[in-house]
């Protein structure tokens, strides 16, 4: 069974930075496409940035120049790099892995703007 781990949440003011990990069990190498969402309560869960053999990195524009996603295949993880964090960025931040038929998700750490 695939777990994926998140980690790296917070309490940040806003202009602060954070990095979230997401670590697999598994071999990332089984999955064309890994990625990031979000949900802040009250709102439908939204994609943040993905990666996706063959087709390259996408981000959502209202995070795109402060967030970066990337991943080190040596140790099963990805990570989202978030710069100039908002408080409208204040959500439950999930890791995502597909592949085939597979889609799993991790349980989600909770990242919180605020002064």
């Known amino acids: 069974q695939v777990q994926l781990v998140e980690s790296g949440g917070g309490l940040v003011q806003p202009g602060g930075s954070l990095r979230l990990s997401c670590a697999v069990s598994?071999?990332?190498?089984?999955?064309?496409?890994m990625g990031w969402y979000r949900q802040a309560p009250g709102k439908q869960r939204e994609s943040v940035a993905g990666?996706?053999?063959?087709?390259?990195?996408n981000y959502a524009d209202s995070v795109k120049g402060r967030f970066t996603i990337s991943r080190d295949n040596a140790k099963n993880t990805v990570y989202l790099h978030m710069n100039s964090l908002k408080p409208e960025d204040t959500a439950v931040y999930y890791c995502?892995?597909?592949?085939?038929?597979?889609?799993?998700w991790g349980q989600g750490t909770q990242v919180t703007v605020s002064s």
């Open positions: 990666i996706t053999v063959g087709v390259g990195i």
């Open positions: 598994g071999s990332i190498f089984s999955f064309n496409a």
């Open positions: 995502n892995a597909k592949g085939g038929w597979a889609d799993y």
